[in-house]
């Protein structure tokens, strides 16, 4: 008796296939799109002299966490410019940011959705599901085939894989907003969009900022990642270690993802505790 197989991987092969034949044109004009909006930000942080960008960290990081922060983005900084990385964080930051904003520009609005339909949650829940728990390296090999190497098709996958948490803590943030907080606004007789932007939007903006937090950090592991297919950055460095067996480069590169980790998460998380605890002063 044979065994019955199901064919999943022949079929999914056949359906990228098919893509890459009949929307040559719409990938075209898609990876036209992230390559000059990636390219953009990376020419306009490039450009920026390394002394100031230095001193805009430390006096964000002084105005959000205190002068300690702001000395220790200071002499993170100075470490990955005497280790000789710093074209490659740039460049890691521009791939991150560029993947953050398409993720959150996708998964802010999907996320209000979510919360306000319960036929668009059931179909939204299993993919976020799919997309967080399917290993990372098989997003690389469709958008490869789609894009080509380079920096667009790490783009896509780092936003394929770091969009999930902004849906997620968008649409909770919007379950938990206070529903007598909805209901006089409804009684007032806000309009829904006035209801959404001016009521449930700001209610769940600590939720949506901790979702933005998880996005970039999300986002920062991915490119990582997506060096594998010529995404470039500091994954090229690590990468470069791995498969030379070098120690010392391997440590290096790891220690600047490490350093602008930790810059990115304390940064972005400092705006959602500030703004959760602005309720309480006025109580």
Request: with cysteine; glycine share 12%; charged share 15%.
């Amino acid at each position: 008796m044979s065994e019955f197989r199901l064919p999943l991987g022949e079929w999914v092969s056949l359906l990228v296939n098919w893509l890459q034949d009949d929307g040559s044109g719409i990938f075209e004009a898609i990876g036209t799109v992230v390559e000059t909006f990636s390219g953009g930000i990376e020419d306009g942080l490039s450009a920026v002299p390394v002394w100031l960008f230095i001193g805009a960290v430390a006096a964000l990081g002084l105005w959000r966490k205190g002068w300690a922060f702001a000395g220790f983005c200071v002499l993170a900084f100075g470490v990955i410019v005497t280790t000789g990385f710093w074209d490659q964080t740039v460049e890691t930051l521009a791939l991150i940011i560029s993947a953050t904003v398409i993720s959150l520009l996708m998964g802010v609005p999907l996320g209000i959705w979510s919360a306000s339909s319960k036929r668009v949650e059931t179909i939204v829940r299993p993919t976020l599901d799919f997309m967080q728990t399917m290993p990372a390296f098989v997003y690389l090999i469709p958008a490869a085939m789609l894009f080509g190497l380079g920096r667009v098709p790490g783009v896509l996958a780092t936003v394929i894989f770091s969009m999930p948490p902004a849906v997620r803590l968008t649409a909770l943030g919007i379950r938990q907003v206070n529903k007598e907080q909805v209901e006089a606004g409804i009684s007032f007789g806000c309009t829904p969009a006035q209801l959404l932007f001016k009521v449930q939007i700001p209610g769940a903006m600590p939720s949506i900022l901790a979702g933005v937090n998880q996005t970039i950090m999300m986002a920062l592991s991915m490119v990582i990642i997506a060096s594998m297919v010529g995404a470039g950055g500091l994954g090229n460095d690590v990468l470069a270690g791995i498969s030379r067996l070098d120690v010392g480069l391997g440590f290096e590169s790891g220690l600047g993802v490490v350093l602008l980790a930790i810059m990115l998460d304390r940064l972005t998380e400092s705006f959602g505790e500030r703004r959760a605890k602005r309720p309480k002063r006025g109580s």
